[in-house]
């Protein structure tokens, strides 16, 4: 049986968002700060999965960053924050996006081991064995640009795959470069740039604007200024 909530919380009125721990909560953070709302709990401290808020109207739930589209989706959550490429696994489904928030920026890259010719192995028309968690995203890549892949889906810890011969590459988000240089790889490509969005329920949307309308209105003026 398949439970479909259209609307998380209606009942009560109240708002809930949905956040992963780590960059994108810490980030969103100035964001709700900006909008009155304060999150009165630490995700990293406390074993809460439901956060409350200064405002008894919203609270956060805080699940894994590819969880956060589904949530949204069903109507569990009102709203939440989730990468670009978090979005582009997801497909977008039943989500309204109004908002690019420019936070947790990264860069969706192709990576190998330092003594891999890449560019050697593309114009060759090498069949490449790629690891990722993002097969979407490097499908669509490696289609446009004409080369043949064989993609190994991962769920962490990609970097591992070409350092013990499971991939000669990985698609993955790279943002300082530290967690390539430490494993011996080097960045070969850049797919795209990411950065965080606001995802909207869109049956919310409708039935909650009164309530969601001033936070997204706070969240668009704060997040002109991020970086
Ligand atoms: P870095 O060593 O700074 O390049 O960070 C790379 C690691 O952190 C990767 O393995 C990513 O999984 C993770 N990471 C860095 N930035 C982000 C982000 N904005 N969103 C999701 N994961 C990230």
């Known amino acids: 049986m398949t439970i479909t909530t259209k609307t998380g919380n209606s009942a009560e009125g109240g708002l809930i968002l949905a956040l992963s721990k780590g960059r994108i909560f810490e980030d969103t953070l100035p964001l709700l700060e900006s909008a009155g709302i304060t999150v009165l709990e630490n995700p990293e401290s406390s074993r809460k999965l439901i956060l409350p808020t200064n405002d008894p109207g919203v609270r956060v739930l805080i699940v894994r960053a590819s969880d956060v589209p589904t949530y949204v989706q069903h109507g569990a959550a009102d709203f939440g924050v989730a990468g670009k490429d978090v979005l582009l696994e997801h497909g977008g489904e039943g989500l309204y996006q109004p908002i690019d928030l420019h936070i947790a920026s990264c860069r969706m890259s192709v990576a190998t081991n330092a003594g ?38 991962l769920y962490g810890s990609m970097e591992l795959a070409p350092l013990v011969g499971l991939s000669d590459a990985i698609v993955d988000v790279v943002s300082t470069g530290g967690t390539l240089r430490a494993n011996n790889l080097v960045e070969v490509e850049k797919i795209m740039d990411i950065s965080s969005r606001l995802v909207v329920n869109q049956a919310a949307l409708k039935l909650k604007r009164e309530r969601l309308q001033p936070i997204l209105d706070a969240f668009e003026r704060a997040s002109q200024t991020q970086g």
């Open 116 to 153: 891999f010719d890449y560019e050697s192995a593309v114009r060759q028309g090498a069949r490449l064995r790629v690891a990722t968690k993002f097969v979407n995203t490097a499908r669509e890549h490696f289609a446009r640009k004409g080369v043949h892949v064989d993609l190994i889906k």
